[in-house]
């Protein structure tokens, strides 16, 4: 909505401080659409109230503001922008900015022009259009774009910048001779510079056509959590408001939608907050034309660097007009007048993920210690040096196995340790940001421990410090010497020493043990010159209980989970089924449509009583065996399941769950799902209060099944399982590449998968897998009746030989025995396919009577036949040799 000019006393004053932030940033993602789509208009409530048609003899003054500055757009442009008539002008109804080379001795090498209706012209929602030539050529950079008002929520880019067109160097041939012809919608959040955020999408024509080349009309469409992007009408990118997803306790968990976000100051509590909400891009913003030369992002682009041939009068920037309308079907929100097309949200086609961070679940109060580094890093973690340019390394010691290395090159200060913080990532680091809640701790003898020897002692004598933090700038220790820890130690060069803090003492020193996620050890800030030392076995733990387990059905109903028939009045029963599984419960289907399984209940009060599984979300699922003695017709079978009264669930068919397979009447099958599979389909977790299996509503009649071992869990958690990679390998386990002279490396995956093993074949012959060290080994004897080796994987890139067999080879003994199978023999007898996570499982018993001593078990290996993997591109996750049954 538009507002009258404001005071002009008030304009000046602020044009003297204004800080001239430029477009900056090219968007990641370029798309090309052959087909033409005229929009649709459901309704025809645009209507226009502001626009400026160029058709006077000057630019008018009531309506834009010339800056006058050298201040390079903030973005180390190569122009002085002025008022001057040469720069920009009316003629024959169209307006004109030109870049034209500056005077010999000026400040900068152009001069040019850039326009804002700041304080004239300032609105909320709506329509923005222009019709417009864009000038062409290298170091070329026209834009027509918005800022905000007021900046009510703080600096750039956190009160925001909506970028409704830009180009950069079009029609500039590369050296690949691509001709650069995309135009880039972008917009600009987050947190403050250098640490701010954009994300957009670039779009070109069809058929080579060149932006540059003619007239085209540029718009945006922008309501309230949403702003969507055209070109000649045809809409290439939608971004919207982040979706956060809350629990039961109204916390934020987790992220339904990754859009825009912003941070800043909390008016009531004066605290840097995070919020994902319609802000910033919900206040008043102003409207900015400008031709830039060079700067960041054309002079390193296409040829780099600016051809000063390309500016002069004739290549100019031609605009139409600027046109303004609103929704008059509510101007408020601006909603209701959207002219959008299928796939408009569709991450596939035109909707951009943004770059919203993930909010941090909150404590779930459940004890749980983490190893930071134990011979290998924590997934999420990384050793760092914070201001010395060193890179920590992993190397080999003869005592202690696999250590990190860090050295101190000079006396300029440093701190060095191990950091799980965005911003202190090296560039390679796969890992996320996922701070360690120790606070569940406190009271179980919570410790922070490590292993430290020091191989070459800093030149000058120096006091040996911890630290630990809490956010950058946030609660932490201070400086903690080592010798105030529990063994009361200073270093010794040469030796292994060990150090213990209680948490309870990190605490009083003023470290909050919620949210730890740097810890550091070093000598005395710049009196480290020469250190070399080596660090291991860096924990946060204490004396931590079993991990949340639920059994809902084994045997006997659990009097809080009684079987349940919600709408057919019928009452299940427990029935005896064969001497592997006992008691089973017994579902039947009459002629009312109905949903069955279970419902929790309070015995004694007959109220819910949910299921928190939040501690274990990363590993945990819901699992269930089922056999159906009497089969429904061909009626498609659905697992769903509830939390918090139905206030939020996820559905799906049981063809989804790991296993992947539909039910066959008279076997008993397993069906499993993942935590983080259910929380992304729309699961709250930490309420759990109905799981329902059956056939789809109302196609069930005469259904007969049997429900068995129905249960809650994280299965690397169970005593017994041995897990040899999720997330990271195991202490004492590499992911290894056997003869092709690769180094596979830990990559992230979605959701559920998060840090995986990837590997690569090149050329030369090779298997892959995991090995173990010398010494380290499985024991599965205790596990051959019922248990199993399982791994999930998915094929990247498929080997060049497309017909090669997937194989796994299983050694023990340092290969005086083993096994090899072909995948499409496990139990799911599936083929791999690309681009999909599948599950493979292997009997122990099927492993030990094809020739394997399952007594030390040291190589697992899944590869492509030897001699035809070239080309391959996969990922391994979840390996266990696990009994999957209690």
């Given at each position: 909505?538009?507002?009258?000019?404001?005071?002009?006393?008030?304009l000046?004053?602020?044009?003297?401080?204004i800080?001239?932030?430029?477009?900056?940033?090219?968007?990641?993602?370029?798309?090309?659409?052959?087909?033409?789509?005229?929009?649709?208009?459901?309704?025809?409530?645009?209507?226009?109230?502001?626009?400026?048609e160029?058709d006077?003899?000057?630019?008018?003054?009531q309506?834009?503001?010339?800056?006058?500055n050298?201040?390079?757009?903030?973005?180390?442009?190569?122009?002085?922008?002025?008022?001057?008539?040469?720069?920009?002008?009316?003629?024959?109804?169209?307006?004109?900015?030109?870049?034209?080379?500056?005077?010999?001795?000026?400040?900068?090498?152009?001069?040019?022009?850039?326009?804002?209706?700041?304080?004239?012209?300032?609105?909320?929602?709506?329509?923005?259009?222009?019709?417009?030539?864009?000038?062409?050529?290298?170091?070329?950079?026209?834009?027509?774009?918005?800022?905000?008002?007021?900046?009510e929520?703080?600096?750039?880019?956190r009160?925001g910048e909506?970028?409704?067109?830009?180009?950069?160097?079009?029609?500039?041939?590369?050296?690949?001779?691509?001709?650069?012809?995309?135009?880039h919608?972008?917009?600009?959040?987050?947190?403050?510079?250098?640490?701010?955020?954009?994300?957009?999408?670039?779009?070109s024509?069809?058929?080579?056509?060149?932006?540059?080349d003619?007239?085209?009309?540029?718009?945006?469409e922008?309501?309230?959590?949403?702003?969507?992007?055209?070109?000649?009408?045809y809409?290439?990118?939608?971004?919207?408001?982040?979706?956060?997803?809350?629990?039961?306790k109204?916390?934020?968990?987790?992220?339904?939608?990754?859009?825009?976000?912003?941070?800043?100051?909390d008016?009531v509590?004066?605290?840097?907050?995070?919020?994902?909400?319609?802000?910033?891009?919900d206040?008043?913003?102003?409207?900015?034309?400008?031709?830039?030369?060079?700067?960041?992002w054309?002079?390193?682009?296409?040829?780099?660097?600016?051809?000063?041939?390309?500016?002069?009068?004739?290549?100019?920037?031609?605009?139409?007009?600027v046109?303004?309308?609103?929704?008059?079907?509510?101007?408020?929100t601006?909603?209701?007048?959207?002219?959008?097309?299928?796939?408009?949200?569709?991450?596939?086609?035109?909707?951009?993920?943004?770059?919203?961070?993930?909010p941090?679940?909150?404590?779930?109060?459940v004890?749980?210690?983490?190893?930071?580094?134990?011979?290998?890093l924590?997934?999420?973690?990384t050793?760092?040096?914070?201001?010395?340019?060193?890179?920590?390394?992993?190397?080999?010691?003869?005592?202690?196995?696999?250590?990190?290395?860090?050295?101190?090159?000079?006396?300029?200060?440093?701190?060095?340790?191990f950091?799980?913080?965005?911003?202190?990532?090296?560039?390679?680091?796969?890992?996320?940001s996922?701070?360690?809640?120790?606070?569940?701790?406190?009271?179980?003898?919570?410790?922070?421990?490590?292993?430290?020897?020091?191989?070459t002692?800093?030149?000058s004598?120096?006091?040996?410090?911890?630290k630990?933090?809490?956010?950058d700038?946030?609660?932490?220790?201070?400086?903690?010497a080592?010798?105030?820890?529990?063994?009361?130690l200073?270093?010794?060069?040469?030796?292994?020493?060990?150090y213990?803090?209680?948490?309870?003492?990190?605490?009083?020193?003023?470290?909050?043990?919620?949210?730890?996620?740097?810890?550091?050890?070093?000598p005395?800030?710049?009196?480290?010159?020469?250190?070399?030392?080596l660090?291991?076995?860096?924990?946060?733990?204490?004396?931590?209980?079993?991990?949340?387990e639920?059994?809902?059905?084994?045997d006997?109903?659990n009097?809080?989970?009684?079987?349940?028939?919600c709408?057919?009045?019928?009452?299940?029963?427990?029935?005896?089924?064969?001497?592997?599984?006992?008691?089973?419960?017994?579902?039947?289907?009459?002629?009312?449509?109905?949903?069955?399984?279970?419902?929790?209940r309070?015995?004694?009060?007959t109220?819910?009583?949910?299921f928190?599984?939040?501690?274990?979300l990363?590993?945990?699922?819901?699992?269930?065996?089922?056999?159906?003695?009497?089969?429904?017709?061909?009626?498609?079978?659905?697992?769903?399941v509830e939390s918090?009264?139905?206030?939020?669930?996820?559905?799906?068919?049981?063809?989804?769950?790991v296993?992947?397979?539909?039910?066959?009447?008279?076997?008993?099958q397993t069906?499993?799902y993942?935590?983080?599979?259910?929380?992304d389909?729309?699961?709250d977790?930490?309420?759990?209060?109905?799981?329902?299996?059956?056939?789809?509503?109302?196609?069930?009649?005469?259904?007969?099944?049997?429900?068995?071992n129905?249960k809650?869990?994280?299965?690397?958690?169970?005593?017994?399982?041995?897990?040899?990679?999720?997330?990271?390998?195991?202490?004492?386990?590499?992911?290894?590449d056997c003869?092709?002279?690769?180094?596979?490396?830990?990559?992230?995956?979605?959701?559920?998968?998060?840090v995986?093993?990837e590997?690569?074949?090149?050329?030369?012959?090779?298997v892959?897998?995991?090995l173990?060290?010398?010494?380290?080994?499985?024991?599965?004897s205790?596990?051959?009746a019922n248990?199993?080796?399982?791994?999930?994987?998915?094929?990247?890139?498929?080997?060049?030989?497309?017909?090669?067999?997937?194989l796994?080879?299983?050694?023990?003994?340092?290969?005086?025995?083993?096994?090899?199978?072909?995948?499409?023999?496990?139990?799911?007898?599936?083929?791999?396919?690309?681009?999909e996570?599948?599950?493979?499982?292997?009997?122990?018993?099927?492993?030990?009577?094809?020739g394997?001593?399952?007594?030390f078990?040291?190589?697992?290996?899944?590869?492509p036949?030897?001699?035809?993997?070239?080309?391959?591109v996969?990922?391994?996750?979840?390996?266990?040799?696990?009994?999957?049954?209690?």
């Amino acid at each position: 909505m538009l507002k009258a000019a404001k005071n002009i006393t008030q304009l000046l004053a602020v044009l003297s401080t204004i800080t001239l932030i430029g477009c900056g940033g090219s968007s990641a993602e370029t798309e090309t659409k052959p087909d033409k789509i005229d929009p649709q208009q459901p309704v025809s409530d645009w209507a226009m109230v502001w626009s400026d048609e160029f058709d006077g003899e000057a630019i008018n003054t009531q309506n834009w503001t010339h800056e006058v500055n050298c201040a390079g757009g903030g973005n180390q442009e190569k122009q002085c922008y002025t008022d001057s008539a040469e720069n920009s002008f009316i003629q024959d109804g169209m307006l004109n900015l030109v870049a034209l080379p500056a005077e010999e001795g000026a400040a900068l090498p152009f001069t040019s022009a850039r326009m804002i209706t700041r304080y004239k012209t300032d609105f909320k929602y709506g329509r923005v259009e222009m019709r417009a030539k864009v000038p062409s050529g290298q170091g070329s950079w026209p834009a027509f774009w918005m800022m905000p008002t007021d900046e009510e929520y703080g600096e750039w880019p956190r009160s925001g910048e909506i970028d409704i067109f830009e180009s950069v160097n079009l029609g500039v041939a590369g050296a690949d001779g691509n001709v650069e012809s995309n135009i880039h919608g972008t917009l600009h959040y987050g947190k403050s510079w250098p640490n701010n955020s954009s994300s957009g999408k670039a779009y070109s024509l069809a058929d080579g056509v060149n932006p540059a080349d003619d007239f085209h009309t540029y718009a945006i469409e922008w309501q309230e959590g949403e702003i969507r992007w055209y070109m000649d009408g045809y809409l290439y990118a939608t971004q919207r408001q982040s979706k956060v997803r809350y629990n039961s306790k109204d916390e934020a968990v987790g992220l339904a939608h990754k859009g825009w976000f912003t941070e800043y100051f909390d008016q009531v509590s004066g605290e840097l907050e995070t919020h994902w909400d319609t802000a910033p891009f919900d206040k008043d913003f102003y409207l900015i034309l400008n031709f830039a030369v060079g700067g960041d992002w054309p002079e390193n682009v296409n040829n780099l660097g600016v051809d000063a041939t390309a500016f002069h009068a004739d290549n100019k920037f031609e605009v139409d007009y600027v046109r303004v309308y609103q929704c008059q079907s509510n101007p408020e929100t601006g909603k209701g007048c959207e002219t959008v097309r299928p796939g408009y949200d569709s991450f596939d086609d035109a909707l951009v993920e943004g770059k919203a961070p993930v909010p941090l679940p909150p404590s779930d109060g459940v004890a749980k210690n983490i190893a930071i580094f134990d011979g290998s890093l924590e997934a999420n973690w990384t050793a760092w040096d914070c201001c010395g340019g060193t890179t920590p390394a992993i190397i080999a010691d003869a005592d202690k196995g696999d250590v990190v290395q860090f050295n101190i090159n000079d006396n300029n200060g440093t701190v060095l340790g191990f950091s799980t913080r965005d911003g202190h990532f090296p560039a390679d680091f796969t890992g996320v940001s996922a701070p360690f809640d120790a606070s569940p701790l406190l009271d179980l003898n919570g410790t922070l421990s490590f292993e430290m020897k020091v191989v070459t002692a800093p030149t000058s004598a120096t006091t040996w410090l911890l630290k630990a933090e809490s956010g950058d700038g946030g609660p932490n220790t201070g400086d903690v010497a080592l010798n105030t820890s529990i063994e009361g130690l200073d270093p010794v060069v040469g030796e292994w020493q060990t150090y213990t803090f209680s948490l309870a003492t990190l605490q009083e020193k003023g470290l909050d043990l919620s949210a730890i996620d740097v810890v550091m050890i070093f000598p005395a800030w710049a009196t480290g010159e020469g250190a070399e030392y080596l660090i291991t076995n860096l924990a946060i733990e204490g004396d931590v209980g079993a991990s949340p387990e639920l059994v809902i059905f084994a045997d006997d109903e659990n009097p809080s989970w009684p079987l349940w028939d919600c709408c057919g009045g019928s009452t299940p029963t427990v029935e005896l089924d064969d001497d592997a599984h006992g008691n089973v419960a017994q579902f039947s289907i009459g002629s009312e449509p109905t949903v069955m399984g279970f419902i929790s209940r309070d015995p004694n009060t007959t109220t819910p009583a949910p299921f928190d599984a939040s501690a274990i979300l990363s590993n945990g699922v819901i699992q269930f065996e089922m056999k159906v003695t009497a089969m429904p017709g061909d009626a498609a079978w659905m697992f769903k399941v509830e939390s918090d009264n139905n206030a939020s669930f996820a559905e799906l068919p049981l063809t989804d769950s790991v296993e992947g397979v539909a039910p066959a009447s008279g076997q008993w099958q397993t069906y499993t799902y993942n935590l983080a599979d259910l929380a992304d389909a729309g699961l709250d977790v930490s309420a759990i209060d109905v799981l329902m299996i059956f056939p789809a509503w109302g196609a069930g009649e005469g259904a007969i099944y049997l429900v068995d071992n129905v249960k809650v869990y994280d299965p690397t958690a169970v005593a017994g399982n041995n897990v040899i990679f999720a997330d990271a390998p195991a202490t004492g386990w590499t992911i290894w590449d056997c003869c092709g002279g690769s180094t596979p490396t830990l990559e992230n995956d979605d959701t559920a998968h998060g840090v995986t093993a990837e590997f690569v074949i090149g050329s030369e012959p090779t298997v892959m897998g995991l090995l173990a060290d010398d010494g380290v080994f499985v024991d599965a004897s205790a596990l051959l009746a019922n248990g199993v080796v399982q791994f999930e994987l998915k094929v990247i890139t498929a080997p060049n030989n497309a017909s090669a067999a997937w194989l796994f080879k299983i050694e023990s003994d340092s290969a005086a025995t083993s096994a090899e199978l072909a995948l499409n023999t496990s139990l799911e007898g599936a083929d791999p396919v690309v681009g999909e996570w599948q599950t493979y499982t292997f009997p122990l018993q099927t492993l030990f009577d094809a020739g394997l001593d399952i007594s030390f078990i040291d190589v697992l290996m899944i590869f492509p036949a030897w001699g035809a993997g070239e080309g391959a591109v996969y990922r391994l996750d979840n390996i266990m040799i696990y009994e999957p049954t209690e």
